[in-house]
């Protein structure tokens, strides 16, 4: 089968996953209530002598689309003009590539510790110096004692889809090697409320023990292949980029505790290639 099938394959499980509003799905539009993240932590932080207030975080509205419906019309001839050419030819390489990541890095500002990661790595030479790869993650990040959020919040965790492309500055036959890579990366943070959070919303009161809000990465950075073998690969790579959040939870706080930020990332992966 062609390379070209198989990144058509992986292209679709990218846009499949940003399609779905990452992981956590996108939260509902609401309307009328304007309660913010902060108040929401700030609750969730006080013990059982402090005194309790109900949030309003607005009720769930219908949602309009208003569009008009278009019908296109394709003839048999410009159907088979319009078929797409051959894909590959037999001087081009085709290699698919099979691997684990694992690393951590550091956010800006004073919300979180840092984070730890690691997932899996599917990929493949479009060329002998250009790979892409699609990752799939797990994030660790560990919200700082003393802010806001690790007053009010726990347990919280990050799934991600990490979607990049690498170019070799050295050639594939060198047993060392420098690459440059840069990406983006969707997820979606959760975590649980320390106490259960009281709010009114959609008509009615709610309780709420648990919360997540999606995420958005852009990076560049530079990578060294420690080991390069005819179908193995292990390397080092340093990373920084911007990292932004959704401007409301799930469930309808308004997000004034997790600003725009940079971060930067340090990951070591190993690699199959077929």
Not at 10 to 37: K, N, Q, Y
Not at 67 to 91: F, H, I, L, R
Request: glycine share 16%; charged share 20%.
């Amino acid at each position: 089968m062609r390379l070209g099938l198989h990144l058509a394959g992986l292209l679709s499980l990218v846009v499949l996953a940003s399609g779905c509003a990452i992981f956590g799905g996108s939260p509902p539009e609401r309307s009328g209530g304007d309660a913010t993240l902060t108040q929401a932590a700030r609750e969730a932080g006080k013990d059982s002598t402090e005194k309790r207030k109900r949030l309003d975080v607005g009720d769930q509205g219908p949602i309009v689309r208003k569009g008009s419906e278009t019908s296109v019309t394709v003839t048999e001839d410009e159907y088979e003009s319009s078929s797409p050419p051959a894909v590959g030819s037999p001087s081009t390489p085709e290699h698919l590539t099979l691997g684990l990541v694992g690393g951590g890095g550091t956010l800006g500002g004073h919300v979180f510790e840092g984070f730890g990661l690691g997932g899996v790595d599917i990929g493949g030479f479009v060329t002998p110096r250009w790979r892409v790869d699609l990752g799939l993650l797990v994030l660790t990040p560990n919200f700082t004692a003393a802010s806001v959020a690790g007053q009010g919040l726990e347990d919280e965790f990050e799934l991600g889809a990490d979607f990049s492309g690498r170019f070799y500055l050295t050639p594939s036959h060198t047993f060392l090697g420098v690459y440059s890579l840069a990406g983006l990366r969707v997820g979606t943070l959760f975590w649980s409320y320390r106490r259960p959070v009281d709010v009114i919303t959609d008509g009615g009161p709610k309780t709420i023990e648990d919360d997540h809000l999606n995420t958005y990465s852009l990076y560049s950075g530079l990578g060294v292949s420690l080991v390069q073998a005819r179908h193995f690969h292990s390397g080092l790579n340093l990373t920084g980029g911007v990292r932004l959040y959704d401007p409301k939870t799930f469930e309808g706080f308004r997000n004034d505790l997790f600003p725009t930020t940079g971060y930067t990332q340090l990951a070591f992966d190993v690699t199959y290639k077929f």
